[in-house]
């Protein structure tokens, strides 16, 4: 009898309850409003912005931004839009083993591309390095499995794991 109870309720459940087509499912990372606002955040470094990475190319980051910015080709909710920034090793900064390295934006392009073309290979957060109170023009990224951007010495960025700091535990390595 219980189950029969649970049964009849799961299925007055269905009925009361519609699929939304516009709802908005986790994808591993998210999709900004607008072009302008992510710019005006990149730009202030104010706040970390979602990004993925595609085909394990690190020398790029790419932020999702809403369909609606791309003219005609975006209307297709398989569809991915997004703005594409690149690494540069020109400006390289050490913080407790954090490498934080400047990105530069491809300017105005915004790319629209199917999402079953797209090979999605890691997701991250951008982290805005602020010292003092300033915004130093600099990020690093945290991925979604705990390992950060290495940026240093030659033009090959790569994810690892983040580095022993011998600022925070010099004393202790010389033992």
């Known amino acids: 009898m219980k189950l029969l109870h649970q049964r009849r309720g799961i299925d007055a459940l269905k009925s009361t309850t519609k699929d939304d087509e516009k ?6 990372y998210y999709t900004y409003p607008q072009k302008e606002a992510v710019m005006k955040w990149f730009n202030e470094g104010s706040r970390p912005l979602s990004c993925f990475i595609l085909d394990n190319d690190f020398h790029c980051v790419h932020i999702a ?18 703005v594409t920034f690149d690494v540069t090793h020109d400006l390289v900064k050490h913080e407790a083993g954090v490498h934080f390295c400047q ?3 491809r300017g105005e ?7 079953n ?11 805005p390095y602020n010292f003092n109170g ?8 945290v ?16 994810k690892a794991k983040t580095p022993i700091s011998n600022e925070l ?7």
């Open 143 to 158: 991925y979604h499995d705990w390992e950060v951007l290495i940026c240093e010495g030659n033009d090959n960025p790569v």
């Open 117 to 127: 073309e797209m090979v999605f290979t890691h997701y991250a957060l951008m982290l």
């Open 23 to 28: 709802r908005n499912w986790f994808r591993g």
């Open 65 to 82: 931004i809403s369909r609606s910015d791309c003219l005609g080709v975006g209307s297709n909710k398989d569809d991915v839009t997004y």
């Open 109 to 115: 392009n915004i790319s629209c591309k199917n999402k």
């Open 103 to 105: 990105f530069n934006s």
């Open 169 to 175: 535990f010099g004393g202790m390595l010389s033992r």
């Open 134 to 141: 300033s915004f130093l023009d600099q990020y690093t990224l």
